[in-house]
């Protein structure tokens, strides 16, 4: 697999995202369905948004490595949220090392939207190649 990322604007470079990526010689191909905070037995979390992030990055981990692939070729990863101004407020700690412990250059959309299922107040859905 070959990836290739764009950025033409100086500000990028502190999105923790770039603006584009291009994959090219790609064995496959995997899109994942938005990963949230939901246990093992499939009971929504009712905990803080940054409490259910953790729990969506592992969840989304072990899909990711499920299906046979590798967090680090995230090439396009959205964030759905109830609030993005409390995702910027009490997730950053979270969701940037996240992205920095794979080596992302992911293309991203972070999206505020009215509600998510249940209780629920974020959500990650990702596009992986190899």
């Not at 994942?32 to 905070?37: F, H, I, Y």
């Not at 299906?67 to 995702?87: A, D, H, M, P, W």
């Not at 950053?92 to 107040?121: C, R």
Request: hydrophobic residues 40%; proline residues 2%.
């Amino acid at each position: 697999m070959e990836k290739q990322t764009f950025d033409p604007w100086v500000w990028g470079k502190n999105t923790n995202s770039v603006q584009a990526v291009e994959v090219k010689n790609v064995e496959g191909t995997l899109y994942c369905s938005g990963q949230v905070a939901i246990d093992a037995s499939g009971v929504p979390s009712s905990a803080d948004m940054r409490s259910q992030l953790v729990q969506t990055i592992a969840n989304l981990e072990e899909l990711i490595a499920a299906s046979g692939y590798e967090c680090k070729n995230i090439v396009r990863l959205n964030v759905y949220t109830t609030s993005v101004q409390e995702f910027f407020t009490t997730c950053m700690d979270v969701y940037v090392p996240f992205i920095h412990s794979h080596g992302l250059q992911q293309a991203t959309t972070l999206l505020e939207v009215k509600g998510l299922f249940a209780t629920l107040t974020v959500e990650l859905e990702a596009t992986v190649v190899k």
